[in-house]
């Protein structure tokens, strides 16, 4: 499996809503796949932000919100704040195998 | 609460194999649904995943590198080993155990700190 494609960079200003894409094969997000997202501060572990293409864990804010159309999954992130300024990676998986993207550094301006 | 620790060596020279420990506690990996895997990232790049391994001792590998990694599970200890055969310079990265389960539908919902492991001679 090779990797999800997610945009090298994407930006905005604060309180702005931006998006981030993952996209994959049939076999990546076809069937029984669940996507997920993370965000990774600089020299930090990754966070879960969204299980199963849009839930959220316990204590992940409602500005983070996920959702899926055929083979890309996005995730938007709603009223920007400086604190948003990680990496973010999507995971898709199926049939025990994980596989991630190729990551998205979220700049606010 | 779920933590997760990895350690091992932090320098290994090409061509030998690496082991990795991840201990942890907070939760049981003889519960159902209940996985731990291995991430790593090199420096600056992206996410990679190696290996899962679930409570019922099903084992998943990534393909690429299947023929490479072993990951075991000592229930009693707490902890799951993996091991990577053939180390090489381009396996330089920092290594994460995570914890899954079925509520999270295996989402990695809690990572370790991860420990950065260097191959060179």
């Known amino acids: 499996q090779s990797a999800l494609t997610q945009p090298a960079s994407v930006s905005g200003s604060p309180g702005q809503s931006i998006t981030i894409s993952c996209t994959g094969t049939n076999i990546d997000f076809g069937g029984y796949t669940y996507v997920s997202w993370y965000q990774q501060h600089p020299g930090k572990a990754p966070k879960l932000m969204i299980f199963?293409?849009?839930n959220r864990p316990s204590g992940v804010s409602n500005r983070f919100s996920g959702s899926k159309s055929g083979n890309t999954a996005s995730l938007t992130i709603s009223g920007l704040q400086a604190d948003d300024e990680a990496d973010y990676y999507c995971?898709?998986?199926?049939?025990?195998?994980?596989?991630f993207g190729t990551g998205t550094k979220v700049t606010v301006l | 609460q779920i933590t997760l620790k990895e350690s091992g060596p932090t320098l290994v020279k090409p061509t030998q194999t690496l082991t990795l420990t991840c201990t942890f506690s907070g939760f049981s990996l003889s519960t159902t649904g209940v996985t731990v895997g291995w991430i790593r990232q090199p420096p600056g790049k992206a996410l990679e995943w190696l290996a899962l391994i679930y409570w019922d001792g099903d084992k998943r590998y990534s393909p690429s590198l299947e023929s490479r990694l072993t990951i075991t599970k000592d229930t009693s200890k707490n902890q799951v080993v993996l091991t990577m055969t053939n180390m090489d310079p381009v396996d330089t990265a920092t290594y994460y155990c995570a914890h899954s389960d079925s509520i999270v539908d295996y989402a990695q919902d809690y990572w370790g700190q991860g420990t950065l492991v260097t191959v060179s001679s």
């Open positions: 995971g898709s998986y199926t049939s025990g195998s994980t596989v």
């Open positions: 199963d293409v849009s």
